[in-house]
């Protein structure tokens, strides 16, 4: 490496901003911490639309990058660590804060809630140093799994009982843990998924919308 090379400087922090795929992320982090925020306050309606919406600003980060021209390979490896470290709270933290605010931040609540944190830790790690385990398949259940099936859950919730559901709560946290590290292997969805995905997401967002409005009633 030459010496000019080693002295040049880099670039600012909030330079990366100027980016849009970084933008979404940031978009998918804003929901996040959103839904983070309205399930601590016990509204899990609105908790559950910013974490699906968390989910589909993941999935459109990558599909923006893919199709922007001219980005660098720092560009890249920042997105893609920006990308890794929002998924996590996301996905590890904010399903944790879920669980315990649905079990009125109870101790009983806290190994669950350590478990998908430390799950998502694990697995993201893995992730950033191996990559895919083949062209078309991770080990272990992709994160955004876990905003993806916990938000399906919360669907049930009103319509089965309060102490039926916190059990399945907890149950699902544990099992989407266990997935996050098995040493299985699970597909990486094609790009043709992503309109699912949308289309999941408005269906969802409609759902606790109007679950939200029935409760006002």
């Known amino acids: 490496m030459s010496l000019e090379k080693k002295l040049q400087t880099p670039p600012t922090i909030l330079s990366f901003v100027n980016d849009w795929?970084?933008?979404?992320?940031?978009?998918?982090?804003?929901?996040?911490?959103?839904?983070?925020?309205?399930a601590i306050l016990g509204i899990f309606p609105l908790a559950m639309i910013g974490l699906i919406w968390a989910v589909l600003f993941d999935w459109s980060d990558g599909n923006i990058a893919r199709r922007m021209k001219g980005r660098t390979n720092e560009q890249r490896s920042f997105g893609g660590q920006l990308d890794s470290l929002i998924d996590i709270v996301s996905f590890g933290i904010c399903p944790a804060v879920v669980?315990?605010?649905?079990?009125?931040?109870?101790?009983?609540?806290?190994p669950g809630a350590f478990a998908i944190v430390a799950a998502g830790v694990l697995r993201l790690s893995y992730f950033n140093v191996y990559g895919l385990v083949s062209e078309t398949s991770y080990q272990g259940l992709a994160i955004d799994n876990n905003g993806i099936f916990l938000a399906l859950l919360f669907v049930f919730n009103g319509i089965i009982s309060e102490s039926v559901f916190i059990v399945m709560?907890?149950?699902v946290i544990l099992t989407l843990a266990v997935l996050n590290v098995a040493p299985i292997k699970t597909p990486k969805m094609s790009n043709n998924w992503y309109y699912g995905i949308v289309a999941y997401t408005?269906?969802?967002?409609?759902?606790?919308?109007?679950?939200?409005?029935?409760?006002a009633v």
């Open 21 to 38: 795929a970084n933008l979404c992320s940031l978009a998918g982090l804003f929901s996040a911490v959103a839904a983070i925020y309205f």
């Open 99 to 110: 669980l315990l605010s649905y079990g009125d931040f109870s101790p009983w609540f806290f």
């Open 169 to 171: 709560l907890y149950i």
């Open 202 to 215: 408005l269906i969802l967002t409609a759902f606790f919308g109007w679950q939200l409005t029935q409760a």
